[in-house]
T-cell receptor, first 120, second 112 residues
Framework: EAGVAQSPRYKIIEKRQSVAFWCNPISGHATLYWYQQILGQGPKLLIQFQNNGVVDDSQLPKDRFSAERLKGVDSTLKIQPAKLEDSAVYLC??????????????????FGEGSRLTVL | KQEVTQIPAALSVPEGENLVLNCSFTDSAIYNLQWFRQDPGKGLTSLLLIQSSQREQTSGRLNASLDKSSGRSTLYIAASQPGDSATYLCAVRLKGAQKLVFGQGTRLTINP
């Protein structure tokens, strides 16, 4: 079974430029997440989609970050304009929605390799 | 607001030792807890998932326990090997939500 695919793996840009990251979740996973991981910290949720609807974007800096999942499969995360503090790894994850009658391995998240962004 | 803390931030032990990584969380109303491994420059690999109704899960040399009432989980690694060197992250899924809240991780180094 193919895992979560992300691209590009690495990106270096200057501040005030724009960048876009792409994610293809595991087939059949309705829920998709974008996390930001700054060096030395745990991942922080930016946005969560259920199919193509947004469930949680409370920590997304909406003045510069945007994300979409138009057909309920692939997703794109965009940053415009980028700031120095946006340097981080952007992780995409996917999962099945939790099923109330399942006990084991329900709601497990699977992560991609991440996209490392360096803003100069 | 759920907060997840992992202690210690870094740990270095000789090969062959058994070790315990700790994770604590402030809100016991969780759906499940997941332990991940992260190698440098890589994404997160799921190790173990414990549902809120369970007390522990085992996979090979790994054993994770969950005590919801005290807001704690431990990851036990038996007979550690240099290949176990990585950052270990715990994350809790909140009831009524699907997102994971992560700790900051424990960076583990196993010395040959």
């Amino acid at each position: 079974e193919a895992g979560v695919a992300q691209s590009p793996r690495y990106k270096i840009i200057e501040k005030r430029q724009s960048v876009a990251f792409w994610c293809n979740p595991i087939s059949g996973h309705a829920t998709l997440y974008w996390y930001q991981q700054i060096l030395g910290q745990g991942p922080k949720l930016l946005i969560q989609f259920q199919n193509n609807g947004v469930v949680d974007d409370s920590q997304l800096p909406k003045d510069r970050f945007s994300a979409e999942r138009l057909k309920g499969v692939d997703s794109t995360l965009k940053i415009q304009p980028a700031k120095l503090e946006d340097s981080a790894v952007y992780l995409c994850a996917s999962s099945f929605p939790p099923a109330r009658d399942r006990e084991s391995r329900t709601g497990e998240l699977f992560f991609g390799e991440g996209s490392r962004l360096t803003v100069l | 607001k759920q907060e997840v803390t992992q202690i210690p931030a870094a740990l270095s032990v000789p090969e062959g030792e058994n070790l315990v990584l700790n994770c604590s969380f402030t809100d016991s109303a969780i759906y499940n807890l997941q332990w991940f491994r992260q190698d440098p420059g890589k994404g997160l690999t799921s190790l173990l998932l414990i549902q809120s109704s369970q007390r522990e899960q085992t996979s090979g040399r790994l054993n994770a326990s969950l005590d919801k009432s005290s807001g704690r989980s431990t990851l036990y690694i038996a007979a550690s090997q240099p290949g176990d060197s990585a950052t270990y992250l715990c994350a809790v899924r909140l009831k009524g939500a699907q997102k994971l809240v992560f700790g900051q991780g424990t960076r583990l180094t196993i010395n040959p």
